[in-house]
């Protein structure tokens, strides 16, 4: 209910409703229960600043809690706009992100629609970086994200752009075919379903 009212309709109080449960949260895990927390902490991000971003990496490196590190790192994936996802997606580069976690990070905005085109030409321009942070079969996990595409560019890359960067990457060649195939799949539903809504909007006029 709260992903609708804030990713579809943006409803504006929902959206002040989950930034001030970020904002206690990250003063204090313990006043927000988890369940709440890992939805309302994400969408507290989709029109918060850089400073959450600080605030996020300094909450990763406080807690020993997994579910609250869980937490922050889906939260860094959740800003809708373009340069603070970037901004945020270079702190995976750093100290600040553990090798493992990068996945979550980046996984988690290629998952999202409104996220995936800044996701995905960020990681088509940082992946020589992302894969000296987590090389060889680590990264396969980030490669698998590649199937979140819909779009013809988003196919046509992952052929020009990603098929020759993985090669050498064990399991790669698998993870990459699925993920052409589920872009394209993508694609071919999205096409039908235009068509089909052009051919219904036709027919009432």
């Given at each position: ?172 060649e698998r993870r990459i075919a699925e993920a052409a195939e589920e872009t394209n799949l993508c694609v071919a ?17």
């Open positions: 209910m709260q992903y609708a009212l804030v990713d579809v309709v943006e409803d504006e109080a929902a959206i002040r409703e989950a930034d001030e449960t970020a904002r206690k949260w990250l003063a204090d895990p313990s006043r927000v229960d988890p369940d709440t927390a890992a939805v309302m902490v994400d969408l507290g991000s989709r029109k918060a600043g850089d400073d959450r971003i600080d605030a996020l990496i300094g909450a990763l490196k406080k807690t020993t809690s997994p579910q609250d590190r869980q937490v922050a790192l889906h939260a860094l994936a959740g800003f809708n706009d373009p340069t603070k996802l970037e901004h945020a997606l270079d702190r995976t580069l750093t100290d600040d992100i553990a090798q493992d976690e990068v996945r979550s990070v980046v996984g988690g905005a290629m998952m999202r629609r409104v996220a995936r085109p800044t996701a995905w030409q960020w990681l088509a321009k940082h992946w020589d970086e992302v894969q000296k942070k987590v090389p060889g079969h680590l990264s396969l996990p980030i490669v698998n994200a590649l199937g979140f595409g819909c779009t013809t560019r988003e196919a046509d890359e992952i052929a020009t752009f990603f098929v020759p960067r993985t090669t050498s990457l064990p399991g790669a539903l999205r096409r039908k379903g235009a068509t089909s809504i052009s051919n219904a909007l036709g027919k009432k006029r």
